[in-house]
């Protein structure tokens, strides 16, 4: 039982760059989330999905996009990376009963 | 907007004191929770306060709420030095989207 993985832990992009971000869960949870950390800004909320085909914007949604065709992976998709994107991203899973929310280690991403 | 708001933002303390972190909150919630966070890691539950609660312990945590000021303390007692992390509150509004939304969070340092 691995909980919420993350890939990569480290990436550096160039300014107009896209990537994707890999989070997948084992523990069948409906509810994934990412979030974006910044210095002095605590957990911002970027996208979130309740179950399978279902996803929502969060408080900071613009320039990522989400999509969940499976209940274990909750890809986040940076378009054309901006300096702004700068940050640690952290994916997180809930599920049923458990309210309680699991976070991956983090992805620590540069943009130049 | 971010729901939750900590207090102080950085504590520092000796090892064996105690530590109090509080957080506000702006609207209703079903439960609150709070969680640890160690250097460039992820974050890590501690400890879950549901709305119709007051009070929680959890070996050396305990946390309170009152709802009708909209807040909540944690206290770590007898802190140790492997304390030092930041730590924040989450609050759940409760519904089917099961978000969570998080302060900026109290850098503790406990100093041996």
């Known amino acids: 039982n691995a909980g919420v993985t993350q890939t990569p832990k480290f990436q550096v992009l160039k300014t107009g760059q896209s990537m994707t971000l890999q989070c997948a869960q084992d523990m069948n949870h409906e509810y994934m989330s990412w979030y974006r950390q910044d210095p002095g800004m605590g957990l911002r909320l970027i996208h979130y999905?309740?179950?399978?085909?279902?996803?929502d914007q969060g408080e900071v949604p613009n320039g990522y996009n989400v999509s969940r065709s499976t209940t274990e992976d909750f890809p986040l998709r940076l378009l054309s990376a901006a300096p702004s994107q700068t940050s640690v991203y952290f994916c997180?899973?809930?599920?049923?009963?458990?309210?309680?929310?699991?976070f991956g280690q983090g992805t620590r991403l540069t943009v130049v | 907007s971010q729901q939750g708001e900590e207090d102080p933002q950085a504590l520092s303390i000796q090892e064996g004191e105690n530590a109090t972190m509080n957080c506000s909150y702006k609207t209703s919630i079903n439960n609150l929770q709070w969680y640890r966070q160690n250097s460039g890691r992820g974050l890590v539950h501690l400890i879950l306060i549901r709305s119709n609660e007051r009070e929680k312990h959890s070996g050396r945590l305990r946390v309170t709420l009152d709802t009708s000021k909209k807040s909540s303390s944690l206290l770590i007692t007898a802190s140790r030095a492997a304390d030092t992390a930041s730590y924040f509150c989450?609050?759940?509004?409760?519904?089917?989207?099961?978000?969570?939304?998080f302060g900026k969070g109290t850098l503790l340092t406990v100093n041996p």
């Open positions: 999905s309740v179950g399978a085909g279902i996803t």
């Open positions: 997180a899973s809930r599920g049923g009963n458990i309210l309680e929310a699991f």
């Open positions: 989450a609050t759940d509004s409760g519904g089917s989207n099961y978000k969570l939304t």
